[in-house]
């Protein structure tokens, strides 16, 4: 999965343009999400100037990571609730209640843009209104600051299905998780090995001043302070990419299940099967390079917009691509669009390892995409398994005979995870599952579990399958 992560850090007064009134972008932005049912992404795509700066990104990621417990707060300070047709104005209010609480900006910015935006929404009545809860609130904060990290504060700003589901499927770290889901996201990098040595990187970014912590691999780096992805060093150049660390383990554990007993002299067949934007496929094959495993690697994606955006990474980070239709480069990456769940995919060859990064809820992520928790309804989960099952089952096809295949999901929850391998393993009966021991998470039934607990990690789910040879 991409990260969305906002560059702007907790408790910093970022600069704004002058004469733009930020917090009504921000309100707007939110309207889309919460009455519209549109993601940050849509915003990203269709609205980008109500994302153009750091503050406009703390506002609307603050807001909706606290969305619930906001609208709790100010809910006890109005004296009637607003008419549904006033979700703007509650929007308005929502976006200056964060800036008052969360953040160290001037109250003032935050009372007079939001007093401001009433004029702009067509509803200059609500001027008094607004102006009243909001120094309300500012008068209350002052006098008794809200405990911003508390348990109760991290429940409230959670749906009461998620909450139940992680308190019964995880018990005791189910709180835990509503706190990490409330953090920040670390900002992560994968030094590209294809295009620069790593000691030389890290020494750039010494000489840059950006502080970072090794990860568990040489190519891997936590920034002490998230920075602007196209300010980084060689950013321009492909030197690095943003990836998460949970992510990162994927190239890692293709390399450790490659069959043993392929012919050397024959590249290994690789597919990644739900390979946009790309993270997972350019690690893998700047990971194989770097071991100098010979290797053919098809990506599959059945999106065109997706596949495109793909292929414009890759270009940054200098990998080749091709269609299947052009020349033969053995050292490009081929694309192909389609449906992994579909029967029909024209693969006239089966594949040694297949890589499934299953679409799912995106629960892991909640940190960095605090939309999900406000779009994501219970029912979807079971729904995402019907899709899930079917890639393993179609995908499983074109698993060559003492192959491998690994299937991952950014989920939290065992219904896209552990229930889904179990109820594939119950139809296939030349599957096995092939222990997993990673350094962070914990192993669940059929495989492994990473946790945004744990500081350095997003939530993500690991499961290697091994086909049967045949006699």
Same mark, same amino acid.
């Given at each position: 999965?991409?990260?969305?992560?906002?560059?702007?850090?907790?408790?910093?007064?970022?600069?704004?343009?002058?004469?733009?009134?930020? %917090?009504?972008?921000?309100?707007?932005?939110?309207?889309?999400?919460?009455?519209?049912?549109?993601?940050?992404?849509?915003? %990203?795509?269709?609205?980008?100037?109500?994302?153009?700066?750091?503050?406009?990104?703390?506002?609307?990621?603050?807001?909706?990571?606290?969305?619930?417990?906001?609208?709790?707060?100010?809910?006890?300070?109005?004296?009637?609730?607003?008419?549904?047709?006033?979700?703007?104005?509650?929007?308005?209010?929502?976006?200056?209640?964060?800036?008052?609480?969360?953040?160290?900006?001037?109250?003032?910015?935050?009372?007079?843009?939001?007093?401001?935006?009433?004029?702009?929404?067509?509803?200059?009545?609500?001027?008094?209104?607004?102006?009243?809860?909001?120094?309300?609130?500012?008068?209350?904060?002052?006098?008794?600051?809200?405990?911003?990290?508390?348990?109760?504060?991290?429940? +409230?700003?959670?749906?009461?299905?998620?909450?139940?589901?992680?308190?019964?499927?995880?018990?005791?770290?189910?709180?835990?998780?509503?706190?990490?889901?409330?953090?920040?996201?670390?900002?992560?990098?994968?030094?590209?090995?294809?295009?620069?040595?790593?000691?030389?990187?890290?020494?750039?970014?010494?000489?840059?001043?950006?502080?970072?912590?090794?990860?568990?691999?040489?190519?891997?780096?936590?920034?002490?302070?998230?920075? +602007?992805?196209?300010?980084?060093?060689?950013?321009?150049?492909?030197?690095?990419?943003?990836?998460?660390?949970?992510?990162?383990?994927?190239?890692?554990?293709?390399?450790?299940?490659?069959?043993?007993?392929?012919?050397?002299?024959?590249?290994?067949?690789?597919?990644?099967? =739900?390979?946009?934007?790309?993270?997972?496929?350019?690690?893998?094959?700047?990971?194989?390079?770097?071991?100098?495993?010979? =290797?053919?690697?098809?990506?599959?994606?059945?999106?065109?917009?997706?596949?495109?955006?793909?292929?414009?990474?890759?270009?940054?980070?200098?990998?080749?691509?091709?269609?299947?239709?052009?020349?033969?480069?053995?050292?490009?990456?081929?694309?192909?669009?389609?449906?992994?769940?579909?029967?029909?995919?024209?693969?006239?060859?089966?594949?040694?390892?297949?890589?499934?990064?299953?679409? =799912?809820?995106?629960?892991?992520?909640?940190?960095?995409?605090?939309?999900?928790?406000?779009?994501?309804?219970?029912?979807?989960?079971?729904?995402?398994?019907?899709?899930?099952?079917?890639?393993?089952?179609?995908?499983?096809?074109?698993?060559?005979?003492?192959?491998?295949?690994?299937?991952?999901?950014?989920?939290?929850?065992?219904?896209?995870?552990?229930?889904?391998?179990?109820?594939?393993?119950?139809?296939?009966?030349?599957?096995?599952?092939?222990?997993?021991?990673?350094?962070?998470?914990?192993?669940?039934?059929?495989?492994?579990?990473?946790?945004?607990?744990?500081?350095?990690?997003?939530?993500?789910?690991? =499961?290697?399958?091994?086909?049967?040879?045949?006699?």
């Amino acid at each position: 999965m991409s990260t969305k992560t906002p560059i702007q850090t907790a408790h910093e007064a970022p600069t704004t343009p002058p004469n733009h009134n930020t %917090r009504l972008s921000v309100a707007r932005a939110l309207t889309q999400v919460i009455k519209h049912r549109r993601t940050i992404e849509w915003v %990203r795509v269709q609205r980008p100037q109500w994302l153009e700066s750091p503050v406009h990104r703390e506002l609307l990621y603050g807001t909706l990571r606290h969305y619930l417990s906001l609208n709790q707060t100010i809910d006890q300070l109005l004296k009637k609730p607003l008419k549904t047709k006033d979700i703007d104005l509650q929007h308005v209010m929502l976006v200056g209640a964060y800036q008052l609480i969360y953040t160290a900006m001037a109250d003032y910015a935050a009372i007079n843009e939001c007093v401001s935006a009433c004029k702009a929404l067509g509803k200059p009545w609500a001027k008094g209104l607004v102006n009243g809860v909001l120094r309300t609130l500012q008068r209350q904060h002052q006098e008794r600051p809200l405990n911003t990290s508390g348990d109760d504060l991290a429940l +409230a700003d959670h749906p009461t299905w998620m909450a139940n589901k992680l308190s019964e499927q995880y018990g005791s770290t189910g709180p835990q998780l509503l706190l990490a889901n409330n953090q920040r996201g670390p900002m992560t990098l994968r030094i590209n090995t294809s295009a620069i040595d790593v000691s030389t990187y890290k020494y750039r970014l010494t000489e840059a001043g950006i502080g970072f912590d090794q990860g568990p691999w040489p190519e891997t780096i936590v920034l002490h302070t998230p920075q +602007a992805a196209a300010e980084l060093p060689g950013w321009q150049h492909g030197h690095c990419a943003v990836q998460d660390m949970a992510a990162q383990y994927a190239a890692h554990l293709v390399v450790d299940n490659l069959p043993t007993s392929h012919d050397p002299t024959v590249p290994i067949r690789i597919l990644d099967a =739900c390979a946009a934007p790309g993270g997972k496929l350019f690690h893998l094959h700047e990971t194989l390079g770097e071991l100098g495993i010979s =290797c053919e690697i098809h990506a599959l994606d059945s999106s065109k917009r997706r596949l495109a955006d793909l292929a414009n990474i890759a270009q940054r980070l200098g990998h080749a691509t091709r269609t299947p239709s052009q020349p033969e480069d053995t050292k490009a990456i081929v694309l192909h669009w389609g449906d992994g769940a579909a029967l029909d995919l024209a693969f006239n060859r089966p594949f040694d390892v297949i890589l499934i990064d299953a679409p =799912c809820s995106g629960s892991g992520t909640i940190r960095r995409n605090p939309d999900i928790r406000l779009l994501l309804e219970e029912t979807a989960l079971l729904e995402q398994q019907d899709l899930q099952l079917r890639l393993l089952q179609n995908l499983w096809q074109h698993t060559k005979p003492g192959g491998s295949l690994l299937y991952s999901t950014c989920s939290v929850f065992a219904e896209e995870n552990d229930q889904v391998i179990s109820h594939w393993l119950e139809q296939t009966a030349d599957a096995s599952v092939q222990p997993l021991n990673i350094a962070h998470g914990q192993q669940t039934d059929f495989g492994w579990q990473l946790l945004p607990t744990e500081s350095w990690t997003d939530g993500f789910y690991y =499961c290697a399958l091994n086909k049967a040879s045949t006699k």
